[in-house]
């Protein structure tokens, strides 16, 4: 669809070409995948970078328009290889209420404390895991 260099020409960003080829960006299909860590390795100026952005999104929209069974020719890709995938939204998990009573133990916890109340003698805190656990 776009040629890498093209792209970056149109952008008046053919300065960072010699960057994108050196550190392995060896297609477009390649820079449509790119970061801001990305870009802040490649060096790339906080104005070139929105462009580049703002390019990249089209990009991105043009791709996911195209129907899955549709082939289109992307630098050798198929389109819907190439799209991006939709990224998971955080949950936000509400803090648990500090006056909430307590769960009840276990039954296993029950029986450990009960078992633990007997002090195997001699044994450390992991050996007597070991031996309630072969009870």
């Not at 008046?12 to 790119?34: E, K, R, T």
């Not at 801001?36 to 060096?43: F, I, S």
């Amino acid at each position: 669809m776009a040629d890498r260099a093209a792209v970056l020409q149109e952008l008046d960003m053919a300065q960072y070409l010699p960057s994108f080829i050196h550190n392995g960006f060896d297609s477009w299909a390649d820079v449509l995948d790119i970061t801001e860590n990305d870009l802040d390795v490649l060096g790339v100026k906080l104005g070139h970078r929105r462009r580049l952005q703002q390019r990249v999104a089209r990009e991105r929209v043009l791709l996911s328009q195209t129907q899955p069974g549709q082939s289109c020719q992307f630098d050798g890709l198929l389109a819907h290889e190439a799209a991006p995938r939709k990224k998971r939204k955080y949950r936000w998990h509400p803090k648990p209420d500090p006056n909430a009573p307590k769960k009840p133990l276990t039954a296993y916890a029950q029986f450990a404390n009960e078992k633990r109340e007997l002090r195997h003698h001699g044994l450390s805190f992991a050996d007597m895991a070991i031996e309630i656990g072969k009870l």
